[in-house]
């Protein structure tokens, strides 16, 4: 049986706030909890006002704090936003606090536009490498004697981090992943660049470690499921329609489907929700499970992790209701 988790981002809709998007991710943590889904990740996004999670970190230790069982994590923290000691600070506090329930997401993109992103000052990406093997050595406190940051102490020093992950949507992270023996997790969720070849070069240069034994590989895919394929293809406009102006530079709230069905779309328009359309999953049960099913079986996914993105609450919780009966056959 396949292994289901959530990706959140936090999505905020026409007519509401930041803030009740906020409160609503422990309502779907907790239907996710209680559905069995693995894990629950929350992303970083900045300067997005379509999008809340601009501090994971937060919205993690909230969740774990309102849920039980279910691995919480971040998918991911933008590593190159942050210092190495400051991340292993945080996480090493989130696993005191909630111990064997935190995962640790790593992505080298800023996670928002060129102008947040100076304002962040972030390092550059080619950093990024050498940021990760900072943020472990100081987390195991492993640098040799005579290194500037050999003295460096972090606390609590009494757990390890949690197990970690590296993110990507190119197959930048893919050997880099594997020859550290670390997990790894493909946004195919907007990516059009097919994972099969970064997955491909993850197990192929994948080296056992004492978190990840074995390659561990997560498909992140855009999933809007309903009763019929109808309700879902008229839910997903507003997936459409955001995509579309994300495109174009226009950020704003998620849409209605209302307001997305009578947009004036430009032939142009039409070949960008074409293309997202390509690379979501929409439908009714059936639908549904057989597309998850085709591209978990295309990838060798050990885990697909979904993200639903429509403007009504209850639709959205429905959706992530019946993809996991759907999937449990």
């Not at 706030?17 to 929350?42: N, P």
């Not at 919480?72 to 600070?89: F, S």
């Not at 709230?253 to 960008?272: F, G, I, M, Q, V």
């Amino acid at each position: 049986m396949l292994s289901l988790s959530v990706l959140d981002v936090t999505p905020v809709t026409s007519g509401s706030t930041a803030s009740a998007a906020l409160r609503d991710t422990v309502e779907l943590a907790r239907l996710a909890e209680r559905l069995g889904y693995v894990r629950y990740w929350l992303a970083e996004h900045h300067g997005l006002p379509n999008i809340a999670s601009s501090s994971p970190e937060v919205l993690i230790a909230h969740v774990a704090g309102k849920t039980e069982r279910i691995r919480v994590g971040a998918g991911g923290i933008m590593l190159p936003n942050h210092a190495p000691l400051r991340v292993a600070e945080v996480f090493h506090t989130l696993e005191a606090l909630h111990p064997g329930r935190i995962d640790l997401g790593l992505g080298r993109a800023p996670g928002t536009d060129p102008v947040t992103s100076r304002a962040l000052r972030p390092a550059p990406a080619e950093q990024f490498p050498a940021q990760l093997v900072e943020l472990v050595s100081l987390s195991r406190g492993d640098f040799p004697e005579g290194h500037p940051l050999c003295s460096v102490r972090v606390v609590p020093a009494d757990v390890e981090l949690p197990p970690i992950w590296l993110l990507g949507s190119s197959g930048a992270s893919a050997e880099l992943a594997g020859s550290l023996g670390l997990g790894y997790g493909f946004a195919s969720h907007f990516s059009q660049t097919s994972p099969v070849p970064a997955v491909r070069v993850y197990r192929s240069r994948f080296r056992p470690s004492p978190r990840f034994p074995r390659p561990h590989f997560i498909l992140a895919l855009a999933v809007v499921c309903a009763e019929t394929d109808e309700e879902a293809d008229y839910l997903a406009r507003s997936m459409d329609l955001g995509w579309v102006r994300l495109r174009r530079g226009e950020l704003g709230p998620l849409p209605s489907p209302e307001e997305a069905t009578d947009y004036p779309y430009t032939p142009h328009d039409r070949l960008l929700v074409d293309a997202y359309r390509n690379i979501a999953v929409v439908g009714g049960p059936t639908r549904v499970r057989a597309r998850i099913g085709a591209l978990a079986a295309e990838t060798a996914a050990d885990e697909v992790m979904v993200l639903t993105m429509i403007h009504d609450r209850s639709a959205r919780l429905r959706s992530y209701e019946l993809v996991a009966e759907a999937l449990r056959y």
